[in-house]
Each structure stands twice: as structure tokens, then as C-alpha cells.
């Protein structure tokens, strides 16, 4: 099956600096990708839907300043947390949907990045 | 708009025991219906889905059925093994958006 990765899967970083994730989507192209948030013993929430080639949609209460998302290829995306404080310790997973061949609603999930700030 | 609403855990099982987890939704249009599951340190794995009332998914011994008169989408299993024991999150799909609900951690104890 599909299969998405994430790297780094656990990271730990000081405050006031900025940590990249990146998603990638190993055996198939993705034409969209999705970030969500994962605070604990609550659900997943979708942060931002990437599209390869173009700005990244936000949903609201979001900053897009602060988590910037980059989608430059069709098996890549990355999400930079900018300035980072303590409350945006959380899991970060990703999500890639399969391009113009799959089911629209055929998302498969990264196992997720755990991010700490001290 | 759209929420999902599932039964807090934790919810504690012996083996071979039968499983209910609620999972109730609001939604517009017609969304499509998923359980996924979390394993400890592993990322969310589709279980099943149904994409339309009266449809049933089912996998390794799971269903649940896709109620739209009461706008619900229980998870259920006649037997439990330990290896079952995870989170499993109900969620919707609409306009290409998921939805998740909390989250019920299950464990399966020997």
C-alpha cells in the first residue's frame, strides 16, 4: 500500500527557534497534502492543506506566519514551525492524498512527529 | 457544519470480550464515514469506512454500518484480542476535508 513518511519522528528544540518537519510520500505522487495536530487525548486537527506548486490554505485560527508549509514536489512537503514556543509542543502528522488516479478521499497518514519546546 | 462525536475512553476489555465504540456525527451533504486506528507510536491506519447509508465496512473482524437516520457509525467487534488494544478515532469526510472525533483508547487486557 501507500506509504508516507516522516521525518524527524520525535524532535526536541529550544524556544525561540524553528524546526522543519517533512512529509514525504514514498511510493506514489501527491498532488495534496494535509497537516494536522494531535494534542494529547484530543483528536486530530487539520491545520493546513497543501497543494504541489502553491500556496498552502490555512484554516482559520492558524497562523501561517508561524507554520509555514512548503509543497515544492509532488512526494514532498514540509512544515516549519517559526519561532517556536512551549504551547506548540504537540504531534504534528501529515496526510498525502493520491493524485488524479485515486479515490478522492484516499488519504494515507504519516506515523508523526512528536515536537517538544523547552 | 461538521463534528464527530465518540465515547471517551478508556475503555477496559477482557479477551475475547465484545467491543462497542459509539460514534455519532453532524454533517452536511453526504459525507463518507471512517474508523482509523492508532497503534502506540504509529500513525493513524484506515480500519473502515462506508461511503453511503446502509453501507457496512468491515476489516479483521470490525464493522460498523452507516446509520443516516440516526447519524451514526458505530464501531463494533465480537471478539477482542490484546493485539486490538490502540486508539481508534472515528472520522468524516466532506468536501474533501476530514473531520476526526477524539478518540477512544482501547485495552484488551489477557
Known amino acids: 500500500g501507500a506509504v508516507v513518511s516522516q521525518h524527524p519522528s520525535w524532535v526536541i528544540c529550544k524556544s525561540g527557534t524553528s524546526v522543519k518537519i517533512e512529509c514525504r510520500s514514498l511510493?506514489?505522487?501527491?498532488?495534496?497534502m494535509f497537516w494536522y495536530r494531535q494534542f494529547p487525548k484530543q483528536s486530530l486537527m487539520l491545520m493546513a492543506t497543501s497543494n504541489e506548486g502553491s500556496k498552502a490554505t490555512y484554516e482559520q485560527g492558524v497562523e501561517k506566519d508561524k507554520f509555514l508549509i512548503n509543497h515544492a514536489s509532488l512526494t514532498l512537503s514540509t512544515l516549519t514551525v517559526t519561532s517556536a514556543h512551549p504551547e506548540d509542543s504537540s504531534f504534528y502528522i501529515c496526510s498525502a492524498r493520491l493524485g488524479l488516479a485515486g479515490s478522492t478521499d484516499t488519504q494515507y497518514f504519516g506515523p508523526g512527529t512528536r515536537l517538544t519546546v523547552l | 457544519g461538521n463534528s464527530v462525536t465518540q465515547m471517551e475512553g478508556p475503555v477496559t476489555l477482557s479477551e475475547e470480550a465484545f467491543l462497542t465504540i459509539n460514534c455519532t456525527y453532524t454533517?452536511?451533504?453526504?459525507?463518507?464515514l471512517f474508523w482509523y486506528v492508532q497503534y502506540p507510536g504509529e500513525g493513524l491506519q484506515l480500519l473502515l469506512k462506508a461511503t453511503k447509508a446502509d453501507d457496512k465496512g468491515s476489516n479483521k473482524g470490525f464493522e460498523a454500518t452507516y446509520r443516516k437516520e440516526t447519524t451514526s457509525f458505530h464501531l463494533e467487534k465480537g471478539s477482542v484480542q490484546v493485539s486490538d488494544s490502540a486508539v481508534y478515532f472515528c472520522?468524516?469526510?466532506?468536501?474533501?476535508?476530514?473531520?476526526f472525533g477524539s478518540g477512544t483508547k482501547l485495552n484488551v487486557k489477557p
Open positions: 454533517a452536511t451533504g453526504y459525507p463518507s
Open positions: 511510493d506514489f505522487q501527491a498532488t495534496t
Open positions: 472520522a468524516l469526510i466532506n468536501f474533501n476535508k476530514f473531520y
